[in-house]
């Protein structure tokens, strides 16, 4: 058996592995241009707010950090709710090829995004979608949908169904007794989906590259890849617009971690 003091060092190691990217990563946005490759320290000897001045004053940064927020807000509120009838479906109602239908929606999710991008721009581009938040929310919704739904099937088949039956059989519908009984109930797995989903789409780069034609369309991992000026990259401007991208990801991780992680084991336990 590992020992007290080891278990705690091994933590602060492991916790010393994660942050330390992090702080670099501040750090680093907090130097100056000069510096940062001819005397690059742990502790700046001078500190400069002139990458983020330069992030909002020339590179309109708002702008893909918008287009990130509508993006990600769009999936999320249309994704988690058919997520959810999809998943009450599969956990509640008796039919044959239930594990065959879940199987072939998470295997949805795991075919590889590059080899469906040539399609997928052409049909955008046919029905004039190209560079527009709906040829980014469909995408979206495809590939983040089936990992709601496997966790929430998870979590619908935990909960026990005497509270639904007896609404049942006191006259409310099937979609009542869902709405009134079972969604207050798995409110913790539904806040897990929606947060896991919100991510996914704030992280996503290769759709938002293939399908956006220009910076007023350009989410913010985009638009981070594209400052690179013709000779140099300002790593400066880089960094410190991660540490902007990265801070609402890290407090809304931050704030539902527990549900996150609760969510996950809940959908993992039962198949």
Not at 234 to 242: D, H, N, S
């Amino acid at each position: 058996m590992i020992g007290t003091r080891t278990r705690i060092a091994l933590a602060i190691v492991l916790l010393g592995l994660l942050i330390a990217p992090l702080y670099w990563m501040v750090v680093s946005s907090l130097t100056p241009e000069a510096r940062l490759f001819q005397a690059p320290s742990l502790v700046p000897a001078s500190v400069t707010l002139d990458h983020y001045r330069a992030l909002f004053s020339e590179r309109n940064f708002l702008v893909p950090i918008r287009n990130s927020l509508v993006v990600a807000a769009l999936t999320t509120l249309i994704a988690v709710p058919s997520a959810a009838l999809c998943a009450y479906a599969i956990a509640r109602l008796r039919f044959p090829g239930r594990g065959l239908l879940l199987a072939l929606i998470l295997a949805v999710s795991m075919f590889p995004q590059v080899s469906v991008v040539p399609t997928l721009y052409l049909v955008l581009r046919a029905v004039g979608l190209l560079d527009t938040y709906p040829g980014l929310v469909l995408p979206y919704i495809t590939f983040s949908a089936p990992l709601a739904v496997w966790l929430l099937t998870g979590f619908f088949r935990q909960l026990p169904r005497d509270l639904e039956e007896a609404a049942m059989l006191d006259g409310a519908s099937r979609l009542r007794a869902l709405r009134d009984v079972v969604l207050p109930l798995a409110a913790p797995g539904v806040a897990t989906a929606a947060i896991l989903t919100f991510l996914y789409c704030w992280n996503e780069f290769l759709f938002a590259l293939s399908f956006t034609l220009g910076p007023d369309r350009y989410t913010v991992p985009v638009a981070v890849t594209l400052f690179r000026g013709r000779y140099q990259v300002p790593w400066g401007q880089v960094l410190a617009a991660t540490v902007v991208a990265t801070i609402p990801v890290a407090v809304l991780v931050a704030a539902f971690q527990r549900r996150i992680v609760a969510g996950l084991t809940s959908g993992a336990s039962k198949g």
